[in-house]
């Protein structure tokens, strides 16, 4: 009876064996899927893709020659809310030269909230929902998260928290000038 059993079980977990590993067409079209989705969190992040408050589909290499901050908060978040003040002032001191992206996971603010929070505040803030799961791809865990891009287009760092206004302020300061686009000269424009 055991042998019988077996017998009938052997083909079935050959053709188990032979599914599982990849064999035949699929495996070739999984792995040039493989291939053409980013890999790293750089290549994310520096093709990442967002929709406006308005439908409208924005990039971060839609900034290329500034140095763009993706800011992943939400209306409830007070160390995110804390810091925008201080993020105003580097767009207002470094308007050739950065951009703050705010950008809702959609944890819990829906566009209708991100949406009512810019009509009530006055920061000059490209607002924007993470629509297709950024936040995700590079293992956001919690907000305030910040991810910078140099004026070039690549990904420089990522973090999370914040350190109160005034070392937020020191520290954006010292990666905008840091990564700013630099003149043909060598030097800083």
Aim: proline share 4%; hydrophobic share 35%; with cysteine.
């Amino acid at each position: 009876m055991i042998v019988g059993v077996f017998k009938k079980m052997v083909p079935l977990l050959l053709a188990g064996l032979l599914a599982g590993c990849g064999g035949g067409e699929n495996s070739e079209s999984t792995s040039q899927k493989e291939q053409a989705e980013p890999q790293t969190t750089a290549d994310y992040v520096e093709q990442a893709t967002f929709t406006s408050l308005d439908g409208d589909t924005v990039s971060v290499s839609d900034f290329k020659g500034k140095v763009v901050m993706i800011d992943l908060w939400e209306t409830w978040c007070k160390p995110c809310l804390a810091s925008f003040p201080t993020l105003q002032k580097l767009q207002e001191e470094y308007p050739d030269d950065f951009v703050l992206l705010a950008v809702t996971p959609g944890f819990t603010d829906t566009k209708e909230d991100a949406r009512a929070f810019a009509r009530e505040h006055d920061y000059d803030f490209t607002y924007l929902m993470d629509s297709n799961g950024l936040h995700e791809k590079v293992g956001v865990q919690g907000i305030p998260f910040k991810l910078y891009v140099d004026a070039e287009g690549n990904f420089i760092q990522k973090s999370m928290g914040s350190y109160g206004p005034d070392q937020d302020y020191k520290k954006v300061k010292e990666i905008i000038e840091k990564h700013k686009q630099q003149d043909e000269a060598g030097s800083e424009t």
